[in-house]
């Protein structure tokens, strides 16, 4: 049976709010997580204040695990929840004293040591109340895990560690071997490789060394200090960016994109320092 002229005009109304639905959806879709990003990124400003080794570990952590993420190729929306569950792996440790996030774990007393084993267990607490982050959640409570079952909170083995977390924990240790304990990229990578397989999933370490090769080589180049307006996307932040309050705006040991820029642009007028940046290119 043919349809009439009237059937072809409903349907394209139908059509029509469909198209008008979805356009609708898309733009919720967007102010969601725009205000999500507000939120998180709230969060970490004020933990940066709290601790601002803390902050600028949390968000070093979080754009190098994008880095590799997208160099493992992971589809978008796996990256997506990555970056986040690394920006906040540390939520736990908020409000600790500073002992708990300077010093080695050896090297603490019994009641700090106790509770940087909960951190895992505190952050996967925080975060899974909010009822969209419940796997962001479970990353966190894993990102201490040990390939061979030697890690915590739940002594998982393998696989059955989530592969975000197997991927934090490898970015996490190597950031705090950089900025913590100072090694070079040579230093960490040679420390950490004894530990692949034991601590870190060997596959996934054998692809971040490649990775790593890949991200310090771009870096290489030689230090410049130059003016906020004369930055451009991929130079290697050699400094904290630190506002006049204090504030850790970004952390050094990341690479620039255009949005890291506008935000060192906007807030020119008030960071720390004589004017310049220090970057490598
Ligand atoms: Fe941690």
Redesign the pocket.
Known sequence: MENTGSDITALQEENQQLKEKAASLKLTVKTLRRNFQGIVQLLTETISLDNRFLGGHMKRTAEMTKAFCEFLKLPKDIVYVNYYAALL??I??VGSNSDIIEKTIDNLGESDRKKFIE??VS?FEIINSIYSLKRTAVIIRS??ENYDGTGFPDKLVGGEIPKESRIIHII?DYDMNRFKYSLTPNEACSKMSLKSGSLYDPDLYNKFESFITHFEKNNKGSSHNIEPKSLEPGMYLDQDIILSNGLLLIPSGVILDKVMIGKIQSFSSTLLGQGVIRVIY
């Open positions: 792996h540390d736990g440790l951190h895992p952050g990102h201490h996490n």
